[in-house]
């Protein structure tokens, strides 16, 4: 199975920016279409961002034009340039494929204070 571990969350202000990186275990961006995920507290997960295996991508509206996917695929990682930040934008960030595996990495935990 396929670990995916994801880093670089952390504490901003608001308007703040942070860069998501996730790694895999073994080569799968090429072979998948991928995506970030987020839960915020008391809510369900949201697909965030996605990226298909040819580099399209597309993004919630609650985050267009704010945040950036992208992949590395000799380097196994995918990465969520975070910029603008809101305090809406609290959660703990997933990677995974798209459609999404069953099993997830421990996500990264960003937090946005007003």
């Known amino acids: 199975q396929v670990q995916l571990v994801e880093s670089g969350g952390g504490l901003v202000q608001a308007g703040g920016s942070l860069k998501l990186s996730c790694a895999a275990s073994r080569n799968i961006f090429s072979i998948n279409d991928m995506a970030w995920y987020r839960r915020a507290p008391g809510k369900q997960r949201e697909l965030v961002a996605t990226?298909?295996?040819?580099?399209?991508?597309n993004y919630a509206d609650s985050v267009r034009g704010r945040f950036s996917i992208s992949r590395a695929n000799a380097m196994n990682t995918l990465y969520l340039q975070m910029n603008s930040l809101k305090p809406d934008d609290t959660a703990v960030y997933y990677c995974n494929a798209n459609p999404h595996f069953a099993f997830w990495g421990q996500g990264t935990q960003v937090t946005v204070s007003s």
């Open positions: 990226i298909t295996r040819g580099g399209i991508t």
